[in-house]
């Protein structure tokens, strides 16, 4: 069988042999041409090797295009459509980020059942977010990201721009990554080369004088593709909702992919990032935010810091390479590595709470300089194989990180501020008076060896995976002269089974495991243990035949044990006799109702119960758990008529309660917010405009005013995000 290869619009349509899929995987262009069932069974009884089941690939080179991606390497490590992973994932692509003008990470988030943003507040300089009630780890490109074990400065920043599309693989998954909590892991996948010649400028202006540009360019040069390039860019100045607070950023990414041959491609992988801003993120009293006070609400935009003080800069850097080299059409190898950089330096002054009058505010001064370096490396050998009739695609692997930080952390005292008329520039004690808090060295390592068989027998795939884990830390504290070390190891796995239906419908269910190392050890000095977590799901997921429609539910119950809970001898200490439970239910549709109509909605509904603790809390839910959520985005383009051109969305997320501490006192009330957009297209205007677009979006249409959290008191609040307008104007230009 000979089939011709060429591009159609950027698109890929259907493949039918291995050997179809290797030229498509390896020159990016697309079939236009398709061989016939009859003529693809000749074909096959003619080779001596294993032919791989009909596979879809939608976008050049298998990217994601609109809001529905059809294949995901999360789940796996492997290309695998989504029907075929037999766990929940939810897929976060460019084009609803783009929709969407998320600005960061978690706001991407915003529409995505079972994660709770905001833990931190709006404008936390961290991403932290949480999956089915448990903070998740973060990963790029598979591998995992640094986090500084001595403090929470030294974590990185990934800009939304720079992503292909954004993973989120719910439940257990150390049987794959190693170390996570059970509540599931957030993949960043992030923008590659691709062959296809293109160029988006975009510029943006917004609510507090926010002014950003934008740019994404690339293409391929030599024969064949040989070489290909890509330039990603953005920079930002802005103010934010809250007084005195910045949000300047400068962000380049260049990446670089050769394909000296059909069978092996080495792209490398690189973006620097710099943060330069006056103010911090700040908590606000509970009493005048979450519940009333007599003198008033403090509104979004009051700074009850110090402006002439407080400051924040972030210095990221990262470098890296994607290898994969096809041995035959049996085994391949990949190998996935990146260092990264991140320096924090900050000095603010922070709330305490307030005095009796309920206005006047305690504030300390605080200077931060921390530091963490990372180097990942992922190793895997892929074989695809049968025995009889049972197609195999196993994959062994072998990753290795290791994470060192410094940490310097000093404070001392500040005078008070009168939140409801704040006077600044009062004189502060100098740095060089500050008590000395945190001064130390930390290092962490993790070696794991994992095999993972996919298994399909006619319509059925059994997903087997196992991991064994060796995890080492290390600390020294500069401060009283203390060495400290701990190793702990785990085996992980995971099973999973689904069925495929013709009509595309996949029933699955799957039982994982997860560990995670706790630092730090019981009042008798015997290091604490990893929390172990283990998790049961069932689900199914439908993609009905001929649409571009994702329908997914499931249920789970995950538990974890080992949880650090207070020490009934020692109040100064704590022991791990606690365990927590979380179960829920959740629903997703994303894609197109019909041409002009496409729609991302979600639901979910947890059960975030402590189960142990000699707290006094067994029962209580756990903290910062959003128990009920529910979302509805939708948008409608006129591609005919009068408003041809023309595109109209809207939005609505709610979210439910959580409680701000384990005593469950502090009950954060639920919300509901309302996001809107308008854009057009203006080569309906004219045909030489082709591929100028203007977008407005607005988030809390209504200017809601919510708390979004609290942090173990009514001390540490944090205000939910104002009402906030942004204009894109885009040029994108792509080869046909």
Request: aromatic share 12%; with cysteine.
């Amino acid at each position: 069988m000979q089939v011709e290869w060429s591009s159609v619009a950027g698109r890929c349509v259907r493949v039918c042999s291995f050997e179809s899929l290797r030229r498509l995987l390896l020159t990016g262009t697309c079939s236009l041409a398709l061989a016939t069932a009859a003529e693809s069974q000749a074909w096959a009884q003619s080779q001596s090797s294993v032919v791989l089941d009909t596979i879809s690939v939608t976008g050049e080179g298998g990217t994601a295009g609109g809001y529905v991606a059809k294949n995901t390497t999360t789940a796996s490590k492997t290309d695998t459509p989504v029907l075929e992973t037999p766990q929940s994932i939810s897929i976060v692509t460019k084009d609803q980020v783009a929709a969407q003008q998320a600005q960061t990470v978690a706001q991407a988030m915003r529409y995505t059942p079972g994660i709770t943003i905001d833990t931190y507040g709006p404008l936390t300089f961290f991403n932290p977010l949480m999956i089915r009630g448990f903070q998740a780890q973060q990963y790029l490109d598979g591998m995992r990201l640094p986090v500084d074990p001595g403090s929470q400065f030294a974590y990185p920043q990934i800009e939304p721009y720079g992503l292909e599309q954004i993973e989120v693989l719910k439940g257990p998954s150390s049987g794959l990554y190693g170390q996570t909590n059970p509540g599931g892991l957030l993949n960043m996948v992030s923008k590659r080369p691709i062959a296809t010649p293109h160029a988006e400028l975009l510029g943006q202006y917004g609510s507090f004088n926010r002014v950003q540009g934008g740019f994404d360019i690339g293409g391929s040069t030599g024969k064949n593709s040989e070489f290909m390039y890509r330039l990603v860019g953005l920079g930002r100045r802005s103010d934010t909702q809250i007084d005195f607070v910045q949000d300047n950023k400068v962000f380049i990414a260049p990446s670089f992919t050769w394909r000296p041959g059909a069978n092996t491609s080495l792209t490398i992988l690189s973006s620097y990032q710099k943060i330069d801003n006056k103010g911090f993120q700040q908590h606000v009293p509970g009493i005048g935010t979450l519940y009333e006070n007599p003198n008033g609400r403090i509104p979004f935009s009051r700074y009850i810091l110090e402006p002439t003080n407080d400051r924040y800069t972030m210095e990221q850097s990262m470098v890296g390479y994607a290898f994969d080299h096809r041995f035959n059409e049996v085994f391949q190898f990949r190998q996935n590595f990146r260092a990264t950089e991140v320096k924090n330096d900050l000095n603010a002054l922070r709330t305490e709470g307030l005095l009796a009058d309920l206005r006047t505010d305690v504030r300390n001064n605080y200077f931060v300089a921390a530091r963490s370096r990372n180097l990942a490396l992922d190793n895997q050998l892929q074989a695809d194989f049968a025995t009889g009739p049972l197609k195999h695609k196993v994959l062994f692997g072998l990753d290795y990180l290791n994470t060192s930080s410094h940490t310097d952390f000093r404070g001392g005292a500040a005078p008070t501020i009168d939140v409801f008329n704040p006077v600044y520039g009062v004189a502060l004690p100098p740095t060089s008076s500050f008590a000395q808090f945190t001064l130390r060295d930390d290092r962490q390592k993790q070696l794991g060896v994992y095999v993972q068989d996919q298994i399909k027998l006619d319509r059925w795939t059994l997903s087997l995976t196992g991991r064994k884990d060796w995890a080492s830390s290390s600390s020294t504290n500069f401060i009283n002269g203390v060495v400290s070390s701990q190793d702990d190891s785990a085996f992980t796995g995971r099973v999973g089974l689904n069925y495929l239906f013709d009509f595309g419908l996949s029933p699955y269910a799957n039982y994982s495991t997860s560990f995670l190392p706790t630092p730090g050890a019981t009042a008798a000095g015997i290091p604490f243990k990893p929390t172990e977590g283990e998790g049961k799901e069932i689900g199914v997921k439908y993609q009905p035949t001929g649409t571009n429609l994702l329908f997914t539910a499931a249920l789970f119950d995950i538990n974890q044990k080992n949880v650090l809970t207070a020490d009934p001898a020692n109040p100064f200490s704590s022991v791990q006799t606690g365990a927590v439970k979380v179960r829920g239910f959740e629903f997703e549709a994303r894609g197109n109702i019909t041409k002009e109509l496409e729609i991302i909605g979600g639901y979910s509904r947890i059960d975030p119960r402590v189960t142990e603790s000699n707290d006094g809390f067994v029962g209580k839910y756990m903290v910062n758990a959003a128990i009920e959520q529910a979302s509805l985005w939708g948008v409608y383009t006129f591609y005919t008529g009068q408003l041809a051109g023309f595109g109209i969305g809207a939005g609505v997320r709610y979210v439910g309660d959580s409680y701000g501490d384990g005593a469950n006192t502090i009950r954060i009330p639920p919300y509901t917010l309302y996001d809107a957009m308008v854009t057009y297209d203006f080569s309906y205007l004219r045909s030489e405009l082709k591929g100028l677009r203007l977008q407005v979006n607005a988030t809390n249409l209504f200017d809601h005013y919510y708390v979004a959290s609290c942090v173990t008191s009514l001390t540490y609040c944090s205000l939910g995000s104002s009402r906030t307008v942004l204009a894109t104007l885009k040029y994108n230009w792509q080869q046909q």
